[in-house]
């Protein structure tokens, strides 16, 4: 297709995905036959020539920055929402620009722009160029395209998909979750799906091009009994193709939100007070992400926020305690075949055998700890210039069975679910509200609970944890996103069973009392 203005590619464009309106706003390699990650979007539609991205980059360095690259991004996002069995919303957004950046030491420059002509390019190079005071540097007159893998290949663009595909799935979805229970009053099913164009060129003569789809199915629902009301939600997604979302997967996700709701009519508030606490697999993760990994990225230990800022080679957990950090799971959320400062993604073992063995870096934190990049430089957009964030995080499974953890306690607190965390990230004390959970008596797990929380410190947790099962799971759904210094980006996150030999539950009263 040969260029056309910008105005008209974004109707266009919206056209296609069957959007409303317009706003400017287990891991391993997995290749398959599908659209290529990149496939030379930005030259065929907008001009952007290896030529074009030379000069601009020679003018981000033209002051003596060390070095400078060039983040291009088309976003295309659509939602559509059932509640009360009609469609309440059905809307599209298209987020298209270029961020330039330069790097001068420790320090970064920072411009951007929503109008790719080369006018603007070179304006916006010229800002993040105040970074340096020097004189300039030459760029390489060669790119060499990066090759990586694809761990989440598209038969079909979603862009390609209208409305009227989707549509059914959401009804289909919000009446089962009706037909399960008569207690339950209200739903609302909403669907979402995303597909993200980047192109990267750096001033050391990367050109990396990639395509990120992020999609989910999400239903939330009230339930009413003896006059009670209570409410849950629960989603399935990823990195995903349209065709993952099958009957099968609209029965499986009006299922668990139903079961949860339902569950809730029968808890009660446990004693409160320190206690043995099982973490259950999968979704409970995100504590490990929240109050144990933030303090693993390592722009927070460069600047000696992290607890972790002096720990690396030291133990930090006991030697069954294995954690990882990566991007290559298939179709996962935190997955990415490339950073977004050119990296390929790539496994790193934060935690090994309980002792702390790296960080996660970009490009800066990388070069002040004299290591290579993790391939942790991450940005919400092209608005924003990459800094070390987590991709998929997870600890590793023991040796031990889910029975004999749940077992080796006498009295306690079983957590299937928690949410609305708060967590300082240098110190890492944190608390999450548990969500799902149940009364662990006499080593078997009995009477489920709720409205409370669970309280503590991250790296003090990570010490407590005292057994690892050997049923790792990892979050299954699509709207896990984490907020840092005003963006916020997709991830994910998993654990096995463990347990933690002590940690605070608040309740209604202390035990004993």
């Avoid at 663009?157 to 209208?162: G, K």
């Avoid at 210094?485 to 654990?495: I, N, T, Y």
């Amino acid at each position: 297709m040969g260029s056309m203005s910008r105005r008209n590619f974004l109707q266009t464009s919206l056209a296609v995905g069957g959007a409303a309106t317009v706003t400017h706003l287990v891991p391993g390699a997995w290749v398959t036959a599908g659209h290529a990650a990149g496939n030379g979007f930005f030259e065929s539609e907008f001009g952007i020539t290896d030529e074009l991205c030379q000069m601009v980059l020679e003018r981000a360095l033209s002051k003596g920055g060390d070095f400078a690259d060039i983040y291009f991004e088309h976003t295309v996002s659509n939602w559509v929402s059932l509640e009360d069995g009609k469609v309440d919303r059905a809307y599209g957004n298209i987020d298209l620009g270029v961020g330039i950046r330069t790097v001068k030491g420790d320090q970064t420059g920072y411009g951007f722009t929503q109008d790719l002509t080369k006018e603007s390019l070179l304006a916006a190079a010229a800002t993040a160029a105040t970074i340096a005071d020097g004189n300039g540097r030459s760029v390489t007159k060669t790119f060499l395209p990066l090759k990586h893998e694809n761990y989440y290949p598209l038969e079909r663009m979603f862009t390609e998909i209208p409305l009227s595909e989707k549509l059914p799935l959401v009804k289909v979805t919000n009446e089962k979750c009706f037909a399960l229970s008569d207690h339950v009053i209200k739903v609302n099913v909403s669907m979402h799906d995303q597909q993200k164009r980047i192109l990267l060129y750096t001033s050391d003569g990367v050109k990396a091009e990639d395509t990120l789809p992020r999609n989910y199915l999400s239903a939330s629902l009230v339930a009413e009994k003896d006059g009670k009301q209570e409410r849950s939600g629960f989603n399935f997604g990823g990195r995903h193709e349209f065709s993952y979302y099958t009957p099968n997967v609209a029965d499986a996700l009006a299922k668990e939100v139903v079961d949860r709701v339902l569950v809730l009519f029968k808890a009660e508030q446990p004693p409160a007070g320190e206690m043995p606490v099982v973490l259950g697999p999968g979704v409970t993760g995100i504590l490990l992400h929240e109050a144990i990994g933030h303090g693993m990225e390592a722009d927070f230990n460069r600047k000696g926020v992290s607890t972790y800022a002096t720990m690396i080679g030291k133990k930090v957990a006991e030697p069954f305690v294995n954690i990882i950090d990566e991007g290559i799971t298939p179709r996962q959320l935190g997955s990415v075949n490339v950073d977004d400062e050119g990296i390929p993604g790539q496994k790193t073992m934060l935690v090994e055998n309980g002792i702390l063995t790296s960080y996660l870096h970009d490009r800066i934190s990388a070069k002040h700890y004299g290591v290579k990049p993790t391939g942790n430089g991450r940005r919400e957009s092209y608005q924003h210039y990459p800094i070390p964030r987590m991709r998929n995080t997870y600890m590793l499974g023991g040796e031990s069975t889910p029975e004999d953890v749940i077992k080796s306690v006498k009295k306690g607190i079983y957590v299937q679910d928690i949410s609305n965390g708060q967590v300082k990230i240098g110190e890492g004390d944190f608390a999450f509200y548990v969500s799902q959970g149940n009364m662990i008596e006499n080593g078997k797990i009995t009477r489920p609970v709720k409205d409370i929380n669970i309280m503590g410190n991250g790296p003090k947790m990570l010490q407590n944890v005292t057994m690892v099962a050997n049923d790792l799971e990892l979050y299954q759904g699509g709207t896990g996103a984490c907020g840092k210094d005003g963006q916020s980006m997709p991830v994910s996150f998993g654990l096995p069973t463990c347990l933690v030999k002590s940690m605070t539950v608040g309740g209604v009263q202390k035990q004993g009392a």
